[in-house]
C-alpha cells in the first residue's frame, strides 16, 4: 500500500501495465521483406560474397561444443534429425528452420545479403548447364569420376570454390572425412531417365504438384518428387547430395532448400486466406496427427520453435518474400 503511489508517481506501473512492451521485446513488423534471389540473378559480388561466407563456417568453432567446425554442426543436426523431418509433416517448416539458421551464420560471416535459391525447374531441360554448377560463379561441377561406391571419397569435384583442400567430415552420421562428391545421374533415354532426373521437375511436373490442394497433398509431392530427384539428379547415390542425412555437406544443398522453400511459399500465396496456416500429416516417430503446435527441435543450433512461427514468411521473425 505505502509503495504503489510512489511507483504510480514514478511511472512504473503505467509504463508496465498499460505501454507497449519495452522496443526489444516488441514484435516488429514485416514492413520491408528481404528478397531472397535465384543465384543467376544476383550480382558478381553478391555471389563471392556468399561464397566467401560459406568457406568462412569451415574456419569457425561448432556452436554445439563439438570438435568440429560450424559448418559441420548444419550436417550434423541434419543427419540426427533425419527421420524426425523427412517424410512427414515437418519438413516444409523445419527446413526453413534450418534455412534461416544458415542464413544468419553466413551473416555473422560477413555475408551481407539474404538466401539465395536455385531454380532448378527452370533449368531442368538441361541441369548441368545450369548457371550454379559453373567453376567460376557457382559451386563447380560434378566430380571427376563417376564408378561404384567402392571407389567412394576418391570422386572429387575438382574445380571451382569448393575443391580440395575444402573437406567435409560427416558421412550420415558417421565421421568419414573427404572430398565434396557430385556424381550427376548421366541419363539412360532406352528408360526415359533423363539428364540428372531434369523430367522429374520439370515445368510440366511442378504445375502437377502445385494442383495439390491440401498442405499434405503438396508437401509428400513436393518432398517425394521434385525435391528427391534434384537430390538424386546432383548425388547419385554415393554423391553428397545424394539420399543421405548429410546432404547439407554439399554447399549446393542450400539453394536447393531455398528452392524448395519457394514452391512452398508460391503455393501458399495462390490462396493466403486457407493456405498460411495450412498444416496437416504426421509426427515422427508415433504417427499422431501434426498440429501448427508442433515442437520443431535443432539440437543447440537454435531454440525450440513451434511448428506455427514458420508458417508465414512475412510474419516479423521471418521477413522474406520471393
Ligand atoms: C579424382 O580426384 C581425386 C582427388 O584429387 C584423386 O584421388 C583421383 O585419383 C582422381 N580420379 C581420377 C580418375 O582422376
Ligand atoms: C518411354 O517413354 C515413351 C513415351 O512416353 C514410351 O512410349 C516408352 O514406352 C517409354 N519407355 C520405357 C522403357 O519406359
Ligand atoms: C526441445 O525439444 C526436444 C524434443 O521435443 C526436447 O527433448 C527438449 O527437452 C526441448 N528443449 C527445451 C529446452 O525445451
Ligand atoms: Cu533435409
Given at each position: 500500500m505505502k509503495f504503489l503511489p510512489s511507483l504510480l508517481a514514478a511511472g512504473v506501473l503505467v509504463d508496465v501495465s498499460l505501454a507497449a512492451p519495452p522496443p526489444s521485446l516488441a514484435p516488429r513488423a514485416c514492413t520491408t521483406p528481404k528478397v531472397r534471389k535465384e543465384w543467376s540473378k544476383a550480382t558478381t559480388s553478391e555471389r563471392s560474397s556468399y561464397i566467401n561466407a560459406v568457406k568462412c563456417l569451415t574456419t569457425k568453432p561448432s556452436k554445439l561444443g563439438k570438435s568440429h567446425r560450424l559448418y559441420d554442426d548444419f550436417v550434423w543436426v541434419h543427419a540426427t534429425l533425419f527421420p524426425y523431418v523427412h517424410n512427414v509433416a515437418a519438413f516444409l517448416p523445419w527446413h526453413r528452420y534450418f534455412l534461416t539458421l544458415y542464413e544468419k551464420s553466413l551473416q555473422q560471416c560477413g555475408y551481407t545479403g539474404n538466401l539465395m535459391y536455385?531454380?532448378?525447374?527452370?533449368?531442368?531441360?538441361?541441369?548441368?548447364?545450369?548457371?550454379?554448377?559453373?567453376?567460376?560463379?557457382?559451386?563447380?561441377?560434378?566430380?571427376?569420376?563417376?564408378?561404384?561406391?567402392t571407389e567412394w571419397g576418391t570422386k572429387c569435384v575438382l574445380d571451382g570454390p569448393f575443391k580440395p583442400p575444402f573437406q567435409l567430415q560427416y558421412w550420415n552420421q558417421d565421421v568419414r572425412p573427404h572430398c565434396l562428391m557430385r556424381i550427376f545421374e548421366p541419363g539412360y533415354p532406352e528408360y526415359n531417365i533423363t539428364e540428372m532426373h531434369g523430367d522429374n521437375y520439370s515445368p510440366a511436373v511442378m504445375a502437377q504438384v502445385n494442383a495439390e490442394t491440401t498442405f499434405n497433398g503438396f508437401a509428400n509431392h513436393l518432398e517425394n518428387g521434385p525435391h528427391t530427384a534434384v537430390h538424386s539428379g546432383v548425388g547419385n547415390l554415393d554423391g553428397d547430395m545424394g539420399p543421405q542425412s548429410s546432404s547439407p555437406n554439399d554447399p549446393l544443398f542450400f539453394l536447393h532448400h531455398t528452392q524448395v522453400d519457394r514452391l512452398w511459399y508460391l503455393w501458399q500465396r495462390q490462396n493466403p486466406a486457407t493456405r498460411t496456416l495450412d498444416y496437416s500429416g504426421y509426427v515422427w516417430p508415433d504417427y499422431s496427427d501434426a498440429t501448427l503446435d508442433d515442437n520443431l527441435q535443432m539440437l543447440g543450433l537454435g531454440v525450440n520453435m513451434t511448428v506455427r512461427a514458420f508458417m508465414d514468411t512475412n510474419a516479423a521473425n521471418l521477413c522474406y518474400k520471393y
Open positions: 536455385w531454380d532448378w525447374v527452370a533449368d531442368s531441360s538441361a541441369p548441368s548447364k545450369a548457371k550454379v554448377f559453373s567453376p567460376t560463379t557457382g559451386f563447380g561441377g560434378k566430380s571427376n569420376q563417376t564408378g561404384t561406391s
